[in-house]
Each structure stands twice: as structure tokens, then as C-alpha cells.
Antibody
Framework: QVQLLQSGPEVKKPGASVKVSCKASGSTFTSYGITWVRQAPGQGLQYMGWINTYNGNTDSTESLQGRVTMTRDTSTTTAYMELRSLKSDDTAVYYC??????????????WGQGTQVIVSS | AIPLTQSPSSLSASVGDRVIITCRASQGIGRALAWYQQKPGKPPKVLITDASSLESGVPSRFSGSGSGTDFTLTISSLQPEDFATYYCLQFNRHPQTFGQGTKLEVK
């Protein structure tokens, strides 16, 4: 079965960077994109962006462009999301999810357990 | 980005009720809409993709309809496990966008 296992919780100071990992198993890694979504405390879901795991191409939401980098390591079937210049309102649970199909326009289907990131001085 | 507007933002209902949640896109998105259910402390779970395709394992009391700009999620007879927050997502164009959510609570 498809599983996504994310790295553990992080506490960071404002201005620092965080890198969250997402190890995928149960399907061919390079056949499905990985989407990143975050959820601030008590708030709704915010789409962050996605990575084409086949060719490494990425697209992210405009509000995060310049601060977010999504990468993947096909040898370890792991996707990564790095967020730089952290601010307090980046405090959130960060989710990775495998897309439902191999299309470039596919919603996320299979979700990781989430990674809590706290930004605090 | 294509904003999505869900309504209502919260809803009180009873077991056995029929519930309808709507999602409106600011521009046409064809049928590229998905619905998710999220319970506290858990990741979202996909219920429906392509506006009306029920995902494997999702009870048949859930159904979706719509195309273009207006979509609905219907729960035909609420069960205790259905009290949760529901989100729509458009995947017609990048960046994908979520609705703000509808919290379904016990009346």
C-alpha cells in the first residue's frame, strides 16, 4: 500500500530554515508527483506547491516563491521541502501527499502523517 | 490563482440528516475539483475527484456534482463518523487552491 513517512517535529528561530523529508513507498516513485500542503493552527489547508518526481520540475504558490524549494532523491524515493527565512506565521503542520495519478494536473491522494514546524524566538 | 469559496463555513446537523456543501470557483475549472474530509489531528482524506468520482472505500452516502464554477458535496444520511471539516480543491490550474473549509458539527 502507498505510504508516505515524514520527518519529525522541528522548532526553529525566526530567520532560520527548515527542511522536511517525505519518504514514499508502495508505488513507483517517479510516476506520481508529490504535493506539499500546510495548515496553520486552527486554520484551513494551504497549497504550497508540487514536484514532478520524474524530472524534478516544480511549481509553488506565488506567496512562497523565493522562500520554498522542493527537491527529490529518486535513489531513496524521498521528497524534500525546504522553507527559508522563517517567520512566526510559518508555524504549521506541513504535509506531503502523493498525487492520485501521473498527470501534471492531479489532486493529492495519499498523505503523510504531517510534520509540526514551530517558529519561535 | 483561482479562489474557491465554500459555503457554509460551518454547519450544525444531526445523524440521519442530508447535508449539502457548496464550492464556487472564481472562473471555470471544468470538472477538476476534489473533496476532502479532515478530522482533528489527522491528514485530509480524499473523498471525491473529478467533481463526482467517488474514491475507493468511500461510502456511497457521499456524492459530488457540478462543473464549471459551481460544485456540491452531498452526504445523503449523516453518520456519527462524518462530523469533520470538509475542503474542496481545484486542480485545473497551478497553483492548486483549497476552499476555506466547512466545519460540520453535531446539532
Amino acid at each position: 500500500q502507498v505510504q508516505l513517512l515524514q520527518s519529525g517535529p522541528e522548532v526553529k528561530k525566526p530567520g532560520a530554515s527548515v527542511k522536511v523529508s517525505c519518504k514514499a513507498s508502495g508505488s513507483t516513485f517517479t510516476s506520481y508527483g508529490i504535493t506539499w500542503v500546510r495548515q496553520a493552527p486552527g486554520q484551513g489547508l494551504q497549497y504550497m506547491g508540487w514536484i514532478n518526481t520524474y524530472n524534478g520540475n516544480t511549481d509553488s504558490t506565488e506567496s512562497l516563491q523565493g522562500r520554498v524549494t522542493m527537491t527529490r532523491d529518486t535513489s531513496t524515493t524521498t521528497a524534500y521541502m525546504e522553507l527559508r527565512s522563517l517567520k512566526s506565521d510559518d508555524t504549521a503542520v506541513y504535509y506531503c501527499a502523493r498525487n492520485c495519478d501521473s498527470s501534471s494536473y492531479s489532486p493529492p491522494c495519499f498523505w503523510g502523517q504531517g510534520t509540526q514546524v514551530i517558529v519561535s524566538s | 490563482a483561482i479562489p474557491l469559496t465554500q459555503s457554509p463555513s460551518s454547519l450544525s446537523a444531526s445523524v440521519g440528516d442530508r447535508v449539502i456543501i457548496t464550492c464556487r470557483a472564481s472562473q471555470g475549472i471544468g470538472r477538476a475539483l476534489a473533496w476532502y474530509q479532515q478530522k482533528p489531528g489527522k491528514p485530509p482524506k480524499v473523498l471525491i475527484t473529478d467533481a463526482s468520482s467517488l474514491e475507493s472505500g468511500v461510502p456511497s452516502r457521499f456524492s459530488g456534482s457540478g462543473s464549471g464554477t459551481d460544485f456540491t458535496l452531498t452526504i445523503s444520511s449523516l453518520q456519527p463518523e462524518d462530523f469533520a471539516t470538509y475542503y474542496c480543491l481545484q486542480f485545473n490550474r497551478h497553483p492548486q487552491t483549497f476552499g476555506q473549509g466547512t466545519k460540520l458539527e453535531v446539532k
